[in-house]
């Protein structure tokens, strides 16, 4: 699955647009609730590990939404965020789901899949 945060895929020809998908991920306002141990790191997770997390856990969901509906790509990926209640708040992915095809197909292979076999 393809997620970019372009509005296009060069080398792509985007021949269905299926909508939008979500993948929210509701996280602690407290990081040291959610596992994090020190924000300068030692043991446990560090800051940037537990936000690198969360965003994968509302992505992840997104894409899944995406396959479902039987996109194989997400374009104009974002992210954002609010605060739900004093303690919570909500990470939100979002983008649109599309199919999209190679612009050079030939025999069944992708240009990209063409070009490194020429190259090796």
Not at 9 to 22: A, F, N, Q, R, S
Not at 55 to 73: L, T
């Amino acid at each position: 699955m393809l997620v970019v945060t372009t509005e296009g895929l060069p080398g792509y020809e985007i021949t269905t647009v299926l909508g939008e998908v979500l993948g929210v991920c509701a996280t602690s306002r407290n990081p040291f609730a959610a596992g994090l141990r020190s924000t300068e790191g030692g043991p446990g997770l560090d800051m940037s590990q537990f936000l690198v997390q969360t965003r994968a856990k509302a992505v992840g969901q997104m894409v899944h939404v995406a396959e479902q509906r039987g996109a194989n790509a997400v374009v104009g990926m974002r992210f954002d965020h609010r605060d739900f209640t004093n303690t919570w708040a909500e990470l939100c992915a979002y983008g649109t789901a599309v199919v999209a095809v190679p612009l050079h197909v030939s025999s069944g292979a992708h240009a990209a899949d063409r070009h490194h076999a020429s190259s090796r």
